[in-house]
């Protein structure tokens, strides 16, 4: 039983539509959007620094590569846990909040906490 279980939630992810942040698409003037070989993955390049390229499935996950080469990973991570910190990604919050708990349940202090 736990084997399908585990088939059906696995075909369940792989349904899921992509997430995509709402507001700006990447510009034409910041960056060239190519297709890959496949057919959900973009390749973006820079056009400030065409050594930059960046595969992505979506325009979340190139946001939060280029805040990973820009700040630090605890300002990253922040970012998720203060919706004042970076506005563009706070509806994301729910999609980590169960770690945040695991973390907490484990003894972890958050910024996000009152006793912090």
Same mark, same amino acid.
């Given at each position: +039983?736990? /084997?399908?279980?585990? =088939?059906?939630?696995?075909?369940?992810?792989?349904? %899921?539509?992509?997430?995509?942040?709402?507001?700006? &698409?990447?510009?034409?003037?910041? $960056?060239?959007? @190519?297709? !890959?070989? $496949?057919? %959900?993955?973009? %390749? *973006?390049?820079? &056009? &400030? @620094?065409?050594? +930059? =390229?960046?595969?992505?499935?979506?325009?979340?996950?190139?946001?939060?590569?280029? /805040? &990973? !080469?820009?700040?630090?990973?605890?300002? *990253?991570?922040?970012? /998720? +846990?203060?919706?004042?910190?970076?506005?563009?990604?706070?509806? *994301?919050?729910?999609? =980590?909040?169960?770690?945040?708990?695991?973390?907490? @349940?484990?003894? =972890?202090?958050?910024?996000?906490?009152?006793? *912090?």
């Amino acid at each position: +039983m736990g /084997f399908i279980q585990s =088939v059906a939630r696995r075909r369940t992810r792989l349904r %899921r539509r992509p997430i995509v942040i709402p507001g700006e &698409a990447p510009s034409p003037q910041q $960056w060239t959007i @190519d297709d !890959t070989r $496949w057919p %959900r993955v973009k %390749r *973006y390049t820079s &056009a &400030a @620094d065409p050594t +930059m =390229v960046v595969k992505s499935v979506n325009s979340l996950e190139l946001c939060q590569t280029l /805040f &990973a !080469t820009q700040f630090p990973l605890e300002d *990253y991570l922040e970012s /998720f +846990m203060d919706p004042d910190a970076n506005p563009v990604l706070s509806p *994301y919050l729910s999609s =980590v909040e169960p770690h945040l708990e695991c973390l907490r @349940d484990a003894g =972890v202090k958050l910024p996000s906490d009152v006793e *912090y």
